[in-house]
């Protein structure tokens, strides 16, 4: 269930990010999340790492299309005012970080909406005793 997560939030964001805006593979992991919810920490890992990925291999691609230029640049205007020596390799790996961090916690946040705690709930009632549905 990992593989399909991660597989999924990673195609599915190349393809919308062709066409709509760059937030759209968060708005992806917490669908993702909901629909294929199982455990938070799985969908965090999955969402992460698929957000992660994609975001690593989409910076790369438009850096080397321009041959640095922009990344120098902007990494050039953050070490102006932040008084601070900051590298365009620096800057990509936060870039990086921080995509992941937003894609694992949107993924996470999606399966924090389907599971209300009633799993906890039907283990603990299953330990105790057998567990019946009341219908009324």
Same mark, same amino acid.
């Given at each position: ?14 393809? @919308? ?11 992806? @992991? ?76 949107? @993924? *996470?946040?999606?399966? *924090? ?8 709930? *039907? ?10 549905m009341k219908l009324r």
């Amino acid at each position: 269930m990992f593989f399909i997560k991660f597989f999924s939030i990673l195609l599915l964001s190349f393809l @919308c990010t062709l066409f709509l805006p760059w937030y759209f593979p968060f708005i992806i @992991c917490f669908a993702i999340g909901l629909i294929l919810s199982n455990l938070q920490g799985n969908n965090f890992i999955a969402g992460s790492l698929g957000v992660g990925l994609f975001w690593l291999i989409y910076i790369l691609y438009l850096d080397f299309g321009n041959q640095h230029l922009l990344s120098q640049k902007i990494a050039h205007l953050f070490s102006d005012s932040l008084g601070t020596s900051i590298s365009s390799t620096l800057l990509i790996i936060i870039t990086t970080i921080l995509g992941a961090l937003l894609g694992g916690l949107s @993924c *996470m946040a999606g399966a *924090m909406i389907m599971d209300d705690g009633s799993r906890k709930r *039907m283990r603990k009632a299953n330990k105790n005793r057998p567990y019946k549905m009341k219908l009324r």
